[in-house]
Each structure stands twice: as structure tokens, then as C-alpha cells.
């Protein structure tokens, strides 16, 4: 690349490429982070979501 132009434009389109994709991962890893704080809040010692002792199958009687 003889142009310095040229090298300048590569760059920050580089530059740029990286900041989309690390920012998508920062994003990414903050919704899993949240995701499991909310599902945390909805569990109780077992594990499971609350609601999973809600359903109740139907009874033959």
C-alpha cells in the first residue's frame, strides 16, 4: 500500500469491525448475566423455576 490514504481507511474500517464485535459480546454477556439473575429470582433451593410446581396433571377421578 503506497497511499497512506489508502492504509488510514483500512484501519478504521478495521477499528471498527472489532469495536462492532466486542461490543456485541459485552452486550451478549450482559442479557446471560441478567438472564440468570431473573431466573435466580424465580427459583427456589432446587433449582427449578417456581411455576415448574404449578402444573398439576389431570386426575383420573
Known amino acids: 500500500m503506497k ?4 492504509l488510514l481507511h483500512v484501519c478504521v474500517i478495521g477499528t471498527a469491525l472489532v469495536a462492532m ?3 456485541f459480546f ?3 454477556t ?3 448475566l441478567w438472564r440468570k439473575k ?3 429470582a424465580c427459583s427456589d433451593d432446587t433449582g427449578l ?3 415448574f ?3 398439576k396433571e389431570p386426575s383420573n377421578e
Do not use: A, D, S, V
Request: glycine share 10%; aromatic share 32%.
Open 53 to 55: 410446581y404449578q402444573y
Open 49 to 51: 423455576p417456581r411455576y
Open 21 to 23: 464485535c466486542w461490543g
Open 3 to 6: 497511499n497512506p490514504k489508502t
Open 26 to 28: 459485552i452486550g451478549l
Open 38 to 40: 431473573q431466573f435466580h
Open 30 to 32: 450482559f442479557y446471560e
